[in-house]
């Protein structure tokens, strides 16, 4: 049926629309893909920086210019190395005893009790600060939060000096490991190592070096990152109740009960004794060692939330400068040989603590043992029986909470009155029990062992501190050299900055450290003398001991590996964040300034290294240009070459062509010459061998060849003859060979124009037509040729002769000196397929290429080595590459 019809059909057909056209599918650009080996190594590509770098300073340079910052804050100046170990602390215990007498001093002379400017909790407090309960960043305590708050955010809510909270204070009056009770802060791990000290022979009394109770200034010392750091506090504490003129809830309470003296009812009953303490506090009522110890190691760490959850062994560590190795009972392989030579040693050669059930986010409890928890082994004894007990200690000091309850417990059947006199044991509620060496091993998985030197006369020590680039897949390398001088015990610790006093600057990196000790000629990866013992909790250091080692030189091989967690701030975002509004951040001062101290230790070797990277740097960039400039001059030489080789082979043709024309020309004087008027109609046949460069459509460019007389060059000056010129009268005009035209048959007997040359019209150019005016052949338009700008006009008869400044000397000669060492080497960019200059697929910069926002892996740990020996001749030097002692594997 046909597409159409007509009216009287009623419309039935009509003529039908077409189908939509369907849009034209858009060609599909095929991806480039590579090679999935090429790929990968794209991916590794972007994934590191280019090159490592960490924050060192946090603070801007003038704040360390202008700024006096206070004597408790520097550490002592660094002594001689390998110096005693018990030197070193004598020499900051003498530093701390100086300030405190000066400040003492000057308090009497104003008639005034000493007041803390940097750790001024009173104030601090008053004002809503909270810069000394809480890090940067953080709300552990809510200092303006009072009402519906839960116990853990609820904060100090008073502060009172020592005289105005104790009716007969001491102080280090009685020290015993009983007095100690955990208060408003997780710190156990802090409280347990406190008790392990307490519990030996002056042990607390070392801490606090001096002090003076009526002005209220108190000196202490800690261990700190391989040195011993000084504190020196006033006798003001954090309380648990408001004053009386604060509103609260007690003195409602007391003013509705209708005393005489409501007020001093309230201070006598909320804000006297140790009982009203907000942190720890001794069980003695009126001691107040304890709440001040804690206090000075607060202000070392910058507040009292950065004491919150750590390992008993790093407390030690801390109170005593001793070295911890982390045990896991489940490793041990003679527990009698552990017996023998450190459990019955404690108190003398080692301290332990002790805790099980770490891994588990729900923490229970094994007969009474509260898992999470810190205990302390204070005592080790073997009955006559030769029953093996071990006395432990609860920090929280709350009667039989936490404490064992299996054998040997308090009221169990196997405390008979023997053996219970033979230990000197009373049933009491001090949080003390016994249990036996087996259960101990079996209930606690986990024990920290710190070996002591402060007693120990002979022991020395040195260290050294270095930076370390940390990949994401990480090897063993040379960082240390040690030279003993004699055979000597050795003890070797690796540690990292404890970032706990400058936290929330850490960064997103966790580091685990491991080190192995090579000799000389054992430099492969399995001839290593001893090794670290590797921690799994404990991330602060390592530790390896030998009882003996003999003379000689050792490289210590040290593997860094690094875990990241994205959720964590950068130290540059962190800045940037508490810095934003631009006013004054005391919390970002404090933390930034410990932040700078701790790392002052690796400031001279990163400069050192950055300034040795830099002169490498210099070397290759210089390397490459003149690598650059022989290449261009070897090519530049070979293009010079072939132009010669090329320029003579065109002479030899252009003579063999003159040659040629010159006998046709001679042939064509003997025959009849054509009629000129049918020239013009005659095709010329060297217009098809015309430069293709001055052809347009149909239309060809060309000599016109006109019947005058020829000029030989008799009838030149010989210079314009020279110099490829022909004039006429005073106008000079470029030869057409000297303007690039090809040499025909023709052209060498071309006439001289009174006029700029005609371009002749094709042969097929149609005629005109009746009444019109006949055409002309000749188009009369000048044809315009104009030489090259800056080309002299081409000789055919000149020879390539090099120029000055084509010397053929040495490829660098004098190109050095246009450049300076600080440009990197020139790389050429790479074209794209379609001619697109192609970004570059390194993180340079950490451009865009980074859609995902994460930034490039850049991970940089500082590290230090400690080496205890009885040496004291021994040496400790940094491994430098160019060392020849020991290969890197």
């Not at 204070?378 to 009955?383: D, G, I, T, V, W």
């Not at 930034?592 to 830099?614: E, F």
Request: charged share 30%; net charge neutral.
């Amino acid at each position: 049926m046909s597409a159409y019809s007509s009216d009287s059909d009623n419309g039935r057909f009509r003529r039908h629309p077409p189908p939509p056209r369907m849009s034209e599918p858009k060609p599909r650009i095929k991806k480039q893909t590579l090679p999935p080996q090429e790929t990968i190594n794209q991916i590794w590509s972007k994934f590191s920086a280019p090159k490592f770098s960490k924050t060192t300073t946090i603070l801007p340079p003038a704040s360390h210019s202008s700024s006096n910052p206070s004597e408790s804050d520097q550490a002592p100046p660094a002594g001689r190395a390998n110096l005693l170990v018990s030197e070193g602390y004598e020499r900051a215990a003498q530093e701390c005893r100086t300030r405190v007498r000066k400040l003492v001093k000057e308090c009497r002379r104003v008639n005034m009790r000493y007041r803390d400017p940097e750790f001024d909790i009173e104030w601090d407090l008053e004002l809503g600060k909270g810069h000394c309960l809480n890090g940067l960043g953080q709300a552990e305590f809510r200092i303006n939060q009072r009402r519906f708050a839960t116990p853990t955010q609820v904060p100090p809510r008073s502060v009172k000096r020592v005289g105005r909270i104790f009716e007969k204070p001491t102080f280090l009056k009685e020290v015993s490991p009983a007095d100690v009770q955990q208060g408003g802060l997780d710190n156990c791990w802090l409280l347990a190592s406190v008790t392990a000290l307490a519990n030996m022979k002056d042990g607390i009394q070392r801490l606090c070096v001096d002090y003076d109770t009526k002005i209220g200034i108190y000196g202490f010392v800690f261990h700190r990152d391989g040195e011993w750091i000084i504190s020196i506090i006033d006798d003001k504490l954090y309380l648990r109740s408001p004053d009386w003129d604060s509103p609260s809830t007690q003195r409602h309470l007391l003013e509705q009960t209708g005393r005489e003296d409501p007020e001093k009812a309230y201070r006598k009953t909320y804000q006297t004794g140790s009982h009203s303490l907000f942190f720890a506090r001794c069980r003695d009522q009126n001691e107040t060692w304890l709440p001040l110890l804690e206090k000075a190691y607060a202000k070392a760490h910058g507040d009292y939330a950065a004491l919150n959850g750590g390992w008993i062994g790093e407390g030690i560590e801390d109170l005593t400068g001793g070295v911890t190795t982390e045990l896991l009972t489940s490793d041990i392989l003679d527990e009698d040989e552990l017996w023998e030579n450190e459990i019955l040693k404690v108190n003398k050669d080692f301290l332990f603590g002790c805790a099980t059930g770490l891994v588990r986010e729900v923490y229970g409890d094994r007969d009474g043992i509260v898992e999470g928890h810190a205990y302390v082994i204070m005592e080790a004894r073997q009955l006559s029986t030769g029953e093996r007990l071990v006395k432990l200690r609860n920090p929280w000091g709350k009667g039989k909470k936490g404490n064992w309850e299996g054998p040997w417990s308090d009221g169990s059947k196997e405390f008979t009155p023997e053996s219970q006199q033979e230990l000197g044991h009373k049933f009491a509620t001090d949080s003390v029990f016994w249990i036996s060496y087996e259960d101990m091993l079996r209930k606690y998985q986990h024990l920290d062992r710190t070996r002591l030197f402060v007693d120990s006369p002979d022991w020395r020590v040195t260290q050294k501190w270095v930076s370390v680039d940390v990949p994401w897949k990480s090897q063993f390398e040379a960082r240390f050299t040690i030279t003993l001088k004699k055979e000597s015990p050795v003890v070797l610790a690796l540690s990292q900055l404890d970032d706990r006093y400058f936290e929330a600057l850490q960064g997103q990196y966790t580091f685990w450290l491991q080190f192995r000790l090579h000799g000389v000629d054992s430099a492969g990866e399995d001839d290593f003398i001893m090794r670290s013992h590797g921690n799994y909790l404990m991330e602060r250091s390592v530790v390896a001991e030998l009882k003996s080692l003999p003379a000689g030189t050792y490289t210590v091989f040290v593997m860094v590996t690094a875990e990241r967690d994205l959720k964590k701030l950068t130290a540059e975002e962190v800045v940037k964040a508490e810095s934003r509004s631009k006013v004054n951040n005391d919390k970002l001062a404090q933390v930034g300034k410990a932040y700078d101290l701790a790392h002052s230790k690796v400031t001279t070797y990163m400069d050192s290294n950055a300034k040795a990277s830099k002169e490498k740097d210099k070397a290759k960039a210089r390397t490459a240009r003149i690598a650059a400039r022989r290449k261009r001059w070897e090519k530049m030489h070979s293009t010079r070459d072939a132009m010669r080789k090329q320029d003579k082979k065109n002479k030899e043709k252009r003579e063999q062509k003159e040659s040629n024309d010159r006998a046709k020309a001679a042939a064509r004087e003997g025959r009849i010459p054509i009629d000129k008027g049918a020239q013009a109609n005659i095709r010329d046949v060297g217009l098809d061998k015309v430069d293709k460069a001055i052809q347009i459509g149909d239309m060809v460019s060309a000599p016109a060849k006109m019947d005058l007389p020829p000029a030989t060059g008799s009838q030149l000056p010989k210079e314009r003859e020279d110099s490829g010129l022909q004039t006429e009268g005073n106008a000079v005009s470029p030869s057409l060979e000297s303007q690039g035209m090809p040499d025909t048959p023709e052209s060498s007997t071309m006439p001289m124009f009174q006029h700029p040359p005609l371009v002749r019209l094709p042969s097929n150019h149609p005629a005109p037509g009746p009444g019109l005016p006949p055409q002309r052949h000749f188009d009369e338009r000048p044809l315009q040729r104009h030489p090259a700008q800056g080309f002299a006009p081409y000789n055919r008869d000149q020879q390539y002769l090099p120029s000055e400044g084509e010397s053929s000397a040495s490829p660098v000669s004098d190109f050095e000196d246009g450049f300076s060492d600080e440009e990197p080497a020139v790389v050429a960019r790479p074209i794209h397929d379609h001619g697109q200059p192609r970004r570059e697929d390194g993180p340079k910069g950490y451009d865009s290429d980074y859609e995902d926002g994460i930034d490039p892996w850049n991970a940089v740990c500082i590290v230090g080595l400690r080496v205890y020996s009885k040496d004291k001749g021994l040496e400790v030097k940094v491994y430098e590459e160019d060392d020849k002692v020991v290969k890197n594997i």
